[in-house]
């Protein structure tokens, strides 16, 4: 693949034996770690789940110590220090420590996600070494993957009812989710944001709605392409379990486009102060639509999302009048 800019992570296809089964220890290190913090912070409202984290956590130590019995077997004592954020293809999780709040329905797609991609992870793994108990262990593992994937849709059912499960919980949903609505939300946010400076600079700068369109086209057309490219080059989606490359990046693509459009279009209307009134209006609309987004998607409590984009556009908003007026 031709790259634009240096990647200095490893193409899985390059690792060795050796660095896969150090790879496989360090991801089942970290699951397990994930999976005990969410049992002690569900736990109190949730003991069920909270449980149900338990058990995974301990199934990840199980299946890291078959590892190292293994890699201590094969290569010695001195693991090699690689992580998944050093492989190309691998999403970097942001930290959990990071989340001040995790929903129920937060820990539920995450789990989907975690365990989709280590069950991509190992099929991939033993389809790369030759070694026969290696590959027996890696292929044990991937189907023992499969099966937690599906402990997500066990978490809280009772809280949660049969017709809320069938519908967060099916694979559907998740993989709808991970290829075109988070790409997608990302765009959206980008193109929405983004081009609010340069369209109401160029706006209160000129005095000119031709002018200022195109200036909006512009910004919107050029978010989008580089939005599309960047999203399609993050991964292939072959071991995160994302769906296609090209799929994501033009759900990033088109939704960043659509963003920087929503307030340009307005300036297609002669009479400047009209055409300024519609693109505000068009702003708010933008705005608590990605707050929105953000509560029904991806279980961000609508007031703290709604927070955090309107007070970032309002700033940029305010950013390009105040250059534009100068």
């Known amino acids: 693949m031709l790259r634009l800019w240096p990647d200095n992570r490893r193409d899985f296809s390059t ?3 050796r660095e896969i089964l150090s790879l496989a220890i360090a991801a089942e290190e970290e699951d397990g ?3 005990s913090e969410y049992a002690t ?4 409202t949730y003991p069920g789940s909270a449980a149900l984290f338990e058990g995974m956590a301990a199934e990840e130590d199980e299946h890291r110590r078959r590892l190292l019995d293994l890699y201590v077997l094969r290569f010695g004592t001195h693991l090699v220090p690689i992580r998944r954020e050093h492989v190309r293809g691998f999403l970097t999780r942001k ?11 937060q820990a539920r797609q995450q789990v989907w996600e975690m365990e989709e991609g280590a069950y991509r992870f190992y099929l991939a793994a033993a389809a790369l070494v030759t070694d026969a108990p290696i590959r027996k262990l890696l292929g044990d593992l991937a189907a023992a993957e499969k099966g937690h994937a599906r402990r997500a849709d066990q978490i809280d059912e009772t809280v949660l009812g049969r017709p809320g499960r069938e ?3 099916s694979e559907a949903h998740r993989q709808f989710v991970l290829t075109y609505v988070q790409p997608g939300l990302a765009g959206l946010m980008d193109g929405s944001v983004s081009t609010l400076a340069p369209v109401f600079a160029a706006a209160f700068a000129t005095g000119d709605t031709h002018q200022t369109f195109l200036v909006g086209l512009a910004a919107a057309v050029g978010a989008g392409i580089s939005m599309g490219f960047t999203e399609a080059a993050s991964d292939d989606g072959r ?7 090209i799929r994501r990046g033009l759900a990033a693509g088109i939704m960043t486009t659509i963003g ?22 068009v702003v708010l609309v933008e705005l608590w639509a990605i ?4 509560q029904r998607y991806m279980q961000t409590p609508f007031w703290r999302a709604a927070l955090q984009v309107v007070l970032g556009g309002a700033l940029v908003f305010a950013a390009g009048i105040l250059i534009g007026s100068a």
């Open 41 to 44: 912070r569900l736990g109190e």
């Open 291 to 294: 707050a929105f987004i953000q």
């Open 260 to 281: 920087g459009l929503g307030h340009a279009l307005p300036y297609l209307i002669a009479d400047f102060r009209v055409a300024t009134g519609v693109a505000v209006f």
């Open 95 to 105: 930290p959990l420590w990071l989340q001040k709040t995790l929903t129920l329905d």
């Open 15 to 17: 690792l060795s034996e």
């Open 239 to 245: 071991l995160t379990g994302r769906g296609s490359p």
């Open 33 to 35: 770690r994930i999976y």
């Open 167 to 169: 519908r967060e919980a």
